[in-house]
């Protein structure tokens, strides 16, 4: 694995399991990083917390920071959510979410 990249665990709907490395150094967020190994995120708003179509639900013990107004205005207005569901475009690649566990919610 290159220098100043993480893992990230991605299950698709299909329930396959996808490990995908992404760089810390470059503002990268998970949609953004599902889309570059042409997963079926697709990200319509282009990540500014419009849309909901990168919700994801995690599912390790991952911390993450508190979700924003915008993430979660958009969320209540989302379909198929659940308590730990979360924009990917709102996680940001860092060193802290290395080996995150995220699940692709229903298109």
């Keep these: 694995m290159e220098p100043n990249n993480i893992r990230?665990?991605?299950?698709?709907?299909?329930?396959?399991?996808?490990?995908?490395?992404?760089p810390t150094d470059?503002?990268?967020?998970i949609m953004e990083l599902c889309k570059a190994y042409d997963l079926p995120v697709l990200g319509e708003c282009g990540g500014m917390a419009m849309c909901a179509t990168c919700q994801c639900y995690l599912?390790?013990?991952?911390?993450?920071?508190e979700q924003s107004d915008d993430e979660l205005d958009m969320l209540d207005q989302?379909?198929?959510?659940?308590?730990?569901?979360?924009?990917g475009c709102q996680i940001q690649l860092s060193d802290s979410i290395?080996?995150?566990v995220l699940r692709l919610a229903p298109e």
Excluded: C, Q, Y
């Design 8 to 22: 990230v665990h991605i299950i698709d709907r299909e329930n396959k399991e996808h490990i995908l490395e992404g």
């Design 26 to 29: 470059m503002s990268m967020n």
């Design 59 to 65: 599912e390790s013990d991952t911390p993450l920071p």
């Design 78 to 87: 989302a379909f198929f959510v659940k308590n730990e569901s979360r924009l």
């Design 98 to 100: 290395d080996g995150i």
